[in-house]
């Protein structure tokens, strides 16, 4: 009798191994399936969830394993050493980057489609992972930047806001520096910033180094606007017949009194210079138009959730009217995405 007694509890122990074991992978399988789908940019939280979840399913495996209490809390034990050991040797590498990217997450420093700067590397942000952060450079490369290096190295974040744009130009010292500030700043207009100012970097040797900066509103056109005002300064030296060069200039042919400056004409339009970003930041302008509409959905069903009670009939059917229209241009974004990304694999 206690022989089947161990035998039925030995079988009931097994089938309740068999069911935690199958349990925990549909769950894991419908949760990734699921979840995959409907978080295309919370990749972060998703793959966190994702890795919270196969942790306790171990843990819920050793659990139901048909083993006595004292096997089963030994396991238990040397599961928690090893993760342990895996945190305290990993630092460098996998749970590093994962803590890392949990510090970015609580900072909330950075958003997609934000213009950043971190170790020389220079870009729009494309995606925010549990182990890296994706940067879209001004050439249009996509750069794998993992989270510890995020956290190690300053990094720059141009404010949505407005920036200011600069260049530097090293000039002669026999050209009056009122007669440069005045052609500098008309060029800072020409380029489209506002607030021109000038100042005086350094008095070297041979030459003077400018700055000329200015203050731009809308960042989504930086380059364009900074291929601008290289444009304005060429054209607004040139016609006030101001030599771009110092008078330390050698050349191995002989010049004479010869002023080293082309014959200028009016400036034409660049059709291309509006698709600098269109060309460079494809996919990080996508990312950043859907972080604008989830932000825009977030308001509006906050303003629709606070308003229970005060607005009319008219005016929540005009929120839900235009969440309807925001969800609907959130899908198409993120199917553009997603169709962005599958060329790109």
């Known amino acids: 009798m206690t022989y089947i007694l161990d035998m039925f509890s030995a079988s009931y122990n097994i ?12 769950l894991l399988a419908v949760l990734n399936h699921y979840l995959k789908e409907r978080w295309q940019k919370r990749k972060f939280l998703f793959q966190f969830i994702m890795l919270s979840l196969t942790l306790v399913s171990v843990v819920a495996i050793i659990i139901a394993l048909p083993l006595s209490d004292a096997l089963r809390g030994q396991l238990l034990t040397l599961f928690g050493i090893l993760l342990s050991a895996a945190i305290a040797f990993s630092s460098t590498t996998f749970i590093s980057n994962i803590l890392a990217g949990v510090m970015l997450r609580i ?16 870009g729009r942000a494309t995606e925010m992972n549990l182990l890296h952060i994706e940067i879209q450079t001004d050439k249009s490369d996509l750069v794998t930047i993992p989270n510890i290096h995020m956290v190690t190295y300053p990094v720059k974040v141009v404010k949505s806001s407005g ?6 130009i090293s000039l ?4 009056s520096r009122q007669r440069i500030a005045k052609q500098l700043c008309l060029a800072a207009e020409d380029a489209g910033l506002t607030e021109g100012f000038v100042q005086i970097q350094s008095l070297g040797d041979f030459s003077v180094t400018y700055r000329i900066a ?3 509103a809308d960042i989504s056109h930086l380059l364009s606007v900074k291929a601008k005002l290289y444009n304005a300064v060429l054209d607004r030296l040139h016609a006030d017949k101001i030599e771009i060069v110092s008078p330390n200039f050698m050349n191995t042919r002989v010049m004479g ?3 080293i400056i082309p014959q200028y004409s009016e400036p034409k339009v660049d059709s291309n210079e509006n698709n600098l970003e269109k060309l460079a930041f494809d996919k990080a302008e996508m990312a950043s138009a859907i972080t604008n509409i989830q932000t825009a959905i977030e308001q509006h069903t906050a303003n629709l959730e606070k308003g229970k009670e005060t607005l009319s009939d008219v005016e929540r059917e005009t929120i839900e009217v235009e969440l309807t229209k925001l969800n609907r241009q ?11 990304d599958s060329k790109t694999d």
């Open 330 to 340: 959130l899908e198409e974004e993120e199917e553009r995405l997603k169709n962005q």
């Open 257 to 259: 009194e010869q002023a």
């Open 172 to 175: 002669g010292y026999d050209i």
């Open 163 to 168: 920036t200011i744009v600069s260049i530097d």
């Open 107 to 122: 900072i909330k420093n950075i958003k997609l489609g934000d213009y950043i700067t971190v170790d020389n590397i220079t």
């Open 214 to 216: 200015g203050h731009l």
């Open 15 to 26: 089938v309740i191994l068999l069911i935690t074991i199958f349990f925990s992978f549909i």
